[in-house]
T-cell receptor, first 116, second 108 residues
Framework: GAVVSQHPSWVICKSGTSVKIECRSL??????MFWYRQFPKQSLMLMATSNEGSKATYEQGVEKDKFLINHASLTLSTLTVTSAHPEDSSFYICSARVGLARYEQYFGPGTRLTVT | KNEVEQSPQNLTAQEGEFITINCSYS?????LHWLQQHPGGGIVSLFM?????KKHGRLIATINIQEKHSSLHITASHPRDSAVYIC??????????WGAGTKLIIKP
């Protein structure tokens, strides 16, 4: 099946710094990628939808200036958490849609971010 | 009422037992996902279904579109199967709706 990778798998950073998380589709082209966030013992929540070559669409309540999303190629989307704070500590997951198949979506393994 | 209901919420079983986790939904869907999340948080995509049945190793997933129900089965369960299993449906607008997850513990 299609594979989506994320890097890093976990990261610890100091408050006030920025952290970049990469999401790659390894064996397919993804015109659309999604970023989710999961707090402990809660369901995944959609943060934003990223389309290759255009601006991301953010869900209500998600600060676009804090969570910068770049989808510069058909296989790579990045999420940058700017000026991170401890409350940004969470599990971030990306998924990628296969080409134009709107229902065919694969998930990355996730990135655990801890802000100290 | 949640649009995606999983049952049971928690399941503890002995190694070797046959496991069934259920997912019922109330919306029209284009696809249904089963995911596995380990205690450290890592997510693994298990299956994506739009009809019928899929099998991968000891895992089997079935879906009944008419009854709006899917099941995930684990044969010959093993302690390493202990994880949270999540059902997520993609509705007709291609939006994902997540189940609350089923926490499975397999005791040796």
């Amino acid at each position: 099946g299609a594979v989506v990778s994320q890097h890093p798998s976990w990261v610890i950073c100091k408050s006030g710094t920025s952290v970049k998380i990469e999401c790659r589709s390894l064996d397919f082209q993804a015109t659309t990628m999604f970023w989710y966030r999961q707090f402990p013992k809660q369901s995944l929540m959609l943060m934003a939808t990223s389309n290759e070559g255009s601006k991301a669409t953010y869900e209500q309540g998600v600060e676009k200036d804090k969570f910068l999303i770049n989808h510069a190629s058909l296989t790579l989307s990045t999420l940058t958490v700017t000026s991170a704070h401890p409350e940004d500590s969470s599990f971030y997951i990306c998924s990628a849609r296969v080409g134009l198949a709107r229902y065919e979506q694969y998930f990355g393994p996730g990135t655990r971010l801890t802000v100290t | 009422k949640n649009e995606v209901e999983q049952s049971p919420q928690n399941l503890t079983a002995q190694e070797g037992e046959f496991i069934t986790i259920n997912c019922s939904y109330s919306v029209g869907i284009s696809a249904l996902h089963w995911l596995q999340q380990h205690p450290g948080g890592g997510i693994v995509s298990l299956f994506m279904l739009s009809s019928g049945k899929k099998k991968h190793g000891r895992l089997i997933a079935t879906i009944n579109i008419q009854e709006k129900h899917s099941s995930l089965h684990i044969t010959a369960s093993h302690p390493r199967d202990s994880a949270v299993y999540i059902c997520a449906v993609m509705d007709s607008n291609y939006q994902l709706i997540w189940g609350a997850g089923t926490k499975l513990i397999i005791k040796p």
